[in-house]
């Protein structure tokens, strides 16, 4: 695969390294002559100095016949204009990464496939370490499906009944629950529900207040 | 009309002013509150201080209500990126975005934008004017 990289920095820099380690052809784009330099070095080659925010360094790069683009810069405009220009020379795949979260959906609107936010990884892994956390985020999915396991609290709507019985978000699935024992079932419509159990579910993105509220109830702000 | 501007500079506040002037609903974001100055006393639009590419300062200026928003910031991939979010996240009608990079302004034009560029707006004009008797002072 011929993947061009928008930004040399930390993240740019490992993204290449792990690339071309797995035999990819890799090409850095770096704006910083100082620190394309740096990269040209530790990398031998496989870097260009220039702004891919132009269309002509992207073209200077071969922009035409590269199987992805990943925008990696600090800045989300950036990224979304190196993505919108790449995507507008032909090319399949672009990934961006995002900074602000809430700039995800316009990414999405404009067709980037797939978006990372170092500040939603940050979040995830933080939200993992909190007990008090009921939902905890697990994996995020192409085509903005998520993965989230759910402890029932005692208090939670829909202990006791069963899995048939629970009105779950459009395009949500129980995938699999785990009792408090530690032991994993794959639940069928009979399948009771009981506090203590963790869930691991499939949902959208933007269902995910609604299940929150189906499945654990009102929080009163301790996991928000 | 509900004209949202993103920019309060030399073009950003002068085209405030004449549709202020006009009798329509100008609201103008600016990083800096300084940059408010340029718009004059007479000024009877909303001023709101604040980063455009941001999605909450934009709901601040009421970008669900506009039915124009103008992105005149220095950055050309700032102007792109609001104009999208204007376009794309809010539906807004008409998004007019300043481009200087000429190159960067015909393809974002072909990605669906309408784009203005002074550049190569302004190379024009000038060629043809030394082409021509020079203008009377």
């Known amino acids: ?224 | 009309m509900n004209v949202i501007i993103m920019g309060c500079g030399r073009l950003g506040s002068r085209i405030a002013g004449i549709l202020d002037r006009q009798g329509h609903h100008v609201t103008v974001i600016d990083a800096s509150e300084a940059a408010f100055r340029r718009l004059g006393d007479g000024f009877g639009g909303d001023r709101v201080v604040g980063n455009g590419m941001d999605a909450s300062t934009l709901e601040r200026a009421g970008i669900e209500s506009a039915d124009a928003f103008m992105a005149i910031t220095q950055g050309d991939n700032r102007n792109y990126f609001s104009s999208q979010m204007a376009h794309e996240v809010y539906g807004v009608k008409r998004v007019l975005c300043r481009v200087y990079d000429p190159v960067r302004e015909e393809i974002f034009r072909d990605l669906g934008l309408e784009t203005f560029s002074p550049t190569s707006y302004g190379a024009q004009i000038m060629v043809d004017m030394l082409m021509h008797e020079p203008a009377r002072r």
């Open chain 1, 1 to 224: 695969m011929y993947i061009l990289i928008a930004g040399g920095g930390k993240v740019g820099y490992h993204l290449a390294e792990e690339l071309l380690n797995e035999n990819n052809e890799v090409l850095v784009i770096e704006r910083d002559a100082g620190r394309a330099a740096q990269i040209r070095d530790e990398l031998s080659g496989n870097v260009l100095t220039g702004d891919s925010c132009e269309a002509t360094t992207l073209d200077l790069a071969g922009v035409s016949r590269a199987d992805l683009v990943a925008a990696v810069t600090g800045d989300d405009e950036d990224n979304l204009v190196i993505c919108d220009i790449a995507r507008y020379r032909g090319v399949g795949r672009t990934i961006a990464r995002i900074n602000n979260p809430r700039n995800e959906l316009l990414f999405r609107k404009r067709g980037i496939e797939t978006t990372i936010s170092a500040t939603q990884a940050v979040l995830a892994q933080i939200e993992k370490e909190l007990p008090t956390q009921l939902m905890i985020p697990l994996l995020q999915l192409h085509n903005g499906l998520e993965l989230v396991e759910i402890k029932l609290p005692e208090t939670s709507p829909v202990a006791g009944r069963s899995v048939r019985e629970v009105l779950l978000p459009a395009e949500s699935l129980i995938s699999l629950i785990v009792d408090p024992g530690g032991v994993p079932r794959m639940p069928s419509g009979d399948t009771r529900l009981n506090a203590g159990d963790a869930l691991v579910v499939v949902s959208r993105k933007e269902s995910l207040d609604m299940l929150r509220e189906q499945l654990i109830g009102s929080t009163h702000g301790l996991d928000t």
